[in-house]
């Protein structure tokens, strides 16, 4: 049988993220093994504390002042993202890799109107816009956010400027605006486009943000825990919005969150974190069905399900571990039902155990 | 159990110290905070010892009957021994065997011994006066903030009235109201430095209350009283200390102000603007007078402000934890 | 009705919203605009709805910290919104655990400070002996332990946050405890053992809980029975199960459909509301629910519905909806009801 191999659009090995505080080193990232495929989504999955968010910044380059990456690489077509400069990182956001994050109150403008800040990220391009409006004043009708996305305006495209004026390129840009807002499913888009941050509600505000985001058509988006802060409602909302846009989107999404009932309803693969590392990779329906981390299985366990109510829920003994003195070897261990000698001692590597199940773990029974 | 990288503490207390050892630590690293908080140090260890380094009994221009006590300027040295400047015609410059490291003042005393003498007078003004201020403003800020309704009203139409006037003119005011003494003129820089406490505190507590261990306390049934002084209050009193050093500093300046504008009680009084008010009119041929003066002032201040600043940036609750 | 510890009689708490130089009256955000239930002694009363539908600030009303508009609240026959009552007793008997661990515990206090500050107010302990012993058997009782007691809270994580918080309110003994979005701010696995403290809990103890939240898998462990809320009334109230596998209120249906289960081979449907969670600022004419409601026809604009019991299951909607056959396959009967 052949097996289709799928193209890796990101990757990331053996990342080793520190951070310096009073209390002393915290070690967020112990090793991150993660891959990202073309037009997949895969779900990031832990609570707090287990990097997750970290790992989502460290690939953006996001990283505060106190952090220090210590080892490790992360490949995105062809090259090393930890080692490009500042400038490089910040081209590569403004293309390639978008990323919408959990409050979108605290990450929007409370003072410019949502038309300024979303033309903002169509201007960041003004080259694209030139052409678009000379494709359109050749082609005549009106050029639409789908056409940049079918590659009727090359987007990428660096070649010559075309001399166009800039009430025009404004025009452009609003009317893209207008186009992406119709996009992510915004009631009534040239109203929303005048008003300010706070006059919207969290799920505006927060599809506002994937606007944005999408805006550059990047190859990578990083969704980190979008739909935390918003009622159940609207973030069946947005997921669902998000699964209508992976047709037209061709990118891959890195769906970071703490639910794992999310994961299972909007990813296609689901990687599980904990104390720093990935423990257990695998496509969700295996994951569910077939859970070989320990810990996997105790969270499985810990979730109230509607559908199988249980008089006590298990829960995993202990707390998460402090990074600063996280436990020697593999770093869940003092919780671990079937831990042995060899897992104080020594980290577990992911290893491929079934086609396409990757687990860390010395015990598992296959 | 979760593993504790502090330690078990035994009690209250050993709590409390964990926790101002973690405020050492961060003062530490900052070499301007450590600069103002060992100047600070200096100047209140001199405030103490001044009086035993320098006899007071030198500040009385009396002391040196020889010289009559007259006004303009009998002797007049700096920096060099037995070498006689001549600044200018007319003035006539003592020639003798005494050393003064800064000069001498109008009445010939030891510049520097004056200026010893008086620091104390100066430190003590603003520690009086910053606490006085600082008490009065936080409590009245704090019924208002809590209470609210009218009396906020009250209270805030009233420090809006003294905010408005520029604070020297304020002092001026007072001053000429209350009187030349000592005391009364603490109560009169008093009066313009309170408001700003009552601001402040005010701020604080109407952000303070509306925090979720606030609600708890009063589901749990604690009265207004327990609430306001036994968490309010203390969780909102470091703007507060950091404001009031800061004052420190503003305060010997006003102080010195009002001395220099001739609101002192007694001309021969060792204190920074009295000395610093001598040597307004010999500024060009005795400028050490005004200058050294001006110089200690401009050190309080620095020490002070340097200390407020360090405070503000290590109590700043984000960084913290 | 002496099985009902507490019963809430058209409660409705309307905050004025003042504009102007006079700060006049302009409008109410009407938070809880009438809302009636009773909770049973001893069982778990869930409460859901979303941001925007009332439920937090019922909670507070119900405990005196706001004061209700309207209505009236009998926690065990006497009625508190009478002037008479005295609050101090009344702290003894209901106690109310808050969302956010991070802010409910004052940053400056030990825990041992903070219990012993409890004893004080309501004279249950004094003298530094037995303070401290009965410290120990709180902490004991949520699963902590002696060397948490002399700590700050800021050393603590969320999960023992609210621990300490359940401590803290048990040192009265009370017998009905509201819980605010308790676990929300947890994980999952601290959750968990969370939830297994509060049952285990309310076994020991005989307690009541209202649980509120928003998390419905959360509720639908906790809960012997629930009711639903939007936009400051009560949609609908019924048993736990009732209310999960046969909801008749198109919010509880859409409500229900929405939660993500953790198990991707079971494909939903794409159930969804349209529009925004509405505010309680400029609430819609007629049925709350109207703009949002699919069902929605010319009377629901007009009149608004009353909450009527059918069996023990009460619903405040004109008609009678089947959902079971999707929701484009809906048959919409009219049916005469008995008002009770």
New interface residues.
């Given amino acids: 049988m052949q097996v289709k191999e799928k193209e890796v659009i990101l990757e990331v090995k053996d990342l080793k993220v520190f951070f310096h505080t009073y209390r002393g080193k915290v070690e967020a990232l112990n090793g991150v093994e993660l891959s990202l495929y073309k037009r997949e989504v895969l779900g990031l999955v832990g609570e707090s504390g287990c990097g997750k968010s970290v790992t989502a910044l460290t690939i953006l380059g996001l990283l505060p002042e106190n952090a220090y990456v210590i080892s490790g690489t992360i490949f995105f077509r062809g090259e090393d993202l930890l080692k490009k400069s500042r400038e490089e990182m910040r081209l590569l956001r403004a293309d390639e890799i978008a990323a919408v994050f959990q409050d979108p109150m605290t990450y929007l403008n409370p003072v410019l109107t949502m038309e300024t800040q979303l033309k903002e990220v169509f201007m960041l391009d003004t080259n694209l816009l030139r052409k678009a409006v000379v494709w359109q004043k050749n082609h005549g009708g009106k050029i639409a956010f789908d056409d940049l996305l079918s590659g009727k305006v090359k987007i990428r495209d660096k070649s010559t400027n075309p001399k166009v004026s800039k009430g025009e390129i404004n025009e452009m840009a609003k009317s893209l605006c207008v186009d992406i807002l119709r996009l992510v499913r915004m009631p009534d888009p040239e109203r929303i486009l005048r008003q300010y941050a706070f006059e919207l509600s969290g799920g505006m505000r927060q599809r506002a943000m994937i606007a944005m985001a999408l805006a550059r058509t990047p190859s990578v988006f990083i969704a980190d825990e979008i739909t935390t802060a918003v009622d159940v409602t609207i973030q069946a909302q947005i997921l669902n919005l998000m699964r209508g846009l992976r047709d037209k989107i061709d990118a891959s999404t890195l769906l970071i969150t703490h639910d794992l009932s999310v994961a299972a309803e909007n990813a296609d693969r689901i990687a599980v974190m904990y104390g720093g590392n990935v423990v257990e990779v695998a496509p969700t329906v295996e994951i569910f069905k077939n859970h070989l981390h320990p810990y996997t299985s105790m969270l499985m366990k810990a979730i109230p399900d509607v559908k199988n109510p249980s008089e006590r829920l298990e829960f995993i003994p202990g707390t998460v571990p402090e990074m600063i003195n996280p436990p020697s070897g593999c770093r869940f261990h003092p919780r671990c039902s079937i831990a042995t000698d060899k897992c104080a001692v020594e980290k577990p590597e992911l290893k491929r155990v079934l086609k396409n199940h990757e687990v860390a773990c010395y015990n598992v029974a296959v | 159990m979760e593993n504790s990288e502090v330690g078990t503490t035994k009690s209250e207390w050993a709590a409390r110290w964990a926790d101002l050892k973690y405020t050492l630590y961060l003062l530490r690293k900052n070499p301007l905070v450590m600069a103002g908080i060992f100047m600070t140090f200096f100047f209140i260890a001199l405030m103490f010892l001044a009086n035993y380094i320098v006899d007071p009994k030198l500040a009385n221009p009396a002391g040196y009957p020889e010289f009559g006590g007259n006004y303009p300027f009998q002797r007049s040295y700096v920096w060099s021994k037995g070498n006689i400047i001549n600044w200018g015609p007319g003035i006539h410059l003592y020639e003798g065997p005494e050393f003064f490291l800064l000069g001498t003042d109008g009445w010939g005393r030891d510049l520097l011994k004056m200026i010893v003498l008086a620091i104390p007078v100066d430190i003590e003004n603003a520690i009086i006066i910053t606490l006085g201020a600082a008490a009065f403003g936080t409590l009245l800020g704090a019924l208002a903030g809590y209470v609210g309704g009218v009396i906020d009203e009250v209270v805030l139409r009233i420090t809006d009235i003294f905010l408005s006037i520029p604070y020297l003119i304020l002092a001026l005011v007072f001053a000429t109201m209350f009187g030349r003494t000592i005391e009364t003129l603490r109560f009169s820089i008093l009066l313009v430095f309170w408001p700003t406490y009552v601001r402040l505190m005010r701020g604080q507590i109407l952000s303070e209350k509306e925090k979720s261990y606030v609600e708890a306390l009063k589901a749990l049934g604690a009265g207004h009283a327990r609430v306001l002084f036994g968490h309010i209050i203390p969780n909102s009193i470091y703007p507060v200390l950091v404001q009031a050093t800061l004052d420190f500093g503003s305060v010997v300046l006003t102080f010195s102000a009002l001395m220099f504008l001739g609101f002192s009680p007694s001309p021969s009084l060792p204190e920074l603007g009295n000395l610093a008010s001598d040597g307004y009119f010999h500024i060009f041929d005795a400028p050490w007078l005004m200058m050294f003066s001006g110089l200690t002032m401009l050190l309080i201040a620095l020490a002070f402000n340097l200390l407020g600043d360090g405070l503000r940036d290590v109590l700043d609750p984000r960084i913290r934890r | 009705m002496m099985k009902d510890i507490l019963v809430v009689e058209d409660l409705k708490t309307w905050f004025p919203i003042k504009s102007g130089i006079i700060q006049r009256t302009v409008g109410y955000v009407k938070a809880v605009d009438g809302v009636s239930f009773g909770v049973r002694r001893g069982e778990t009363f869930g409460l859901v709805g979303?941001?925007g539908s009332g439920k937090t600030t019922l909670a507070?009303t119900i405990?005196r910290?706001v004061k209700p508009t309207a209505g009236k609240i009998v926690f065990d026959g006497v009625d508190l919104t009478e002037r008479k009552s005295k609050?101090?007793k009344l702290?003894?008997r209901m106690?109310?655990i808050?969302?956010?661990p991070y802010?409910?515990?004052?940053?400056?206090?030990?825990v041992?400070?903070m219990l012993k500050?409890?004893m004080q107010?309501?004279r249950v302990a004094s003298g530094r002996s037995s303070v401290h012993k009965k410290a120990l058997e709180l902490l004991e009782n949520v699963g902590l332990?002696e060397?948490h007691l002399?700590?700050?809270p800021?050393?603590f994580?969320g999960?023992?946050r609210q621990r300490i918080?359940v401590a803290?309110?048990l040192i009265?003994n009370p017998e009905f405890l509201i819980l605010d979005e308790p676990t929300s701010f947890l994980?999952?696995?601290?959750?968990?053992?969370v939830?297994?403290l509060l049952?285990d809990l309310q076994k020991a103890f005989a307690l009541t809980y209202l649980f509120i939240s928003?998390?419905?898998?959360?509720v639908?462990?906790m809960s012997d029975r629930v009711a639903v809320m939007y936009l400051g009334k009560l949609v609908e109230i019924a048993d736990r199960d009732a209310i999960?596998d046969s909801p008749r209120h198109p919010y509880t249906f859409?409500?229900?459909?929405?939660?993500?289960?953790?198990?991707?081979?079971?494909k939903?449907e794409?159930v969804?509301?349209t529009?925004?969670?509405p505010s309680p600022v400029n609430i819609p004419p007629g049925c709350r629910f109207h703009p949002r409601c699919p069902y929605a026809t010319d009377r629901c604009e007009q009149e608004e519905p009353p909450l009527i019991e059918n069996d023990g299951h009460w619903v405040a909607c004109h008609y009678d909806i089947d959902f079971k056959g999707g929701a484009r396959s809906s048959r919409i009967k009219r049916r005469k009801r008995r008002r009770v």
């Fill in positions: 979303e941001s507070r405990m910290l609050p101090a702290r003894r106690q109310i808050f969302q956010d802010a409910s515990l004052d940053p400056r206090q030990t041992y400070s500050e409890t107010i309501h332990s060397e002399y700590r700050f800021h050393e994580s999960g023992q918080a803290r309110a009265v994980d999952v696995s601290v959750q968990a053992s939830l297994n049952n928003h998390n419905l898998a959360v639908h462990h999960y859409h409500l229900m459909a929405a939660i993500p289960v953790p198990n991707p081979e079971i939903k794409e969804l509301l529009g925004d969670v």
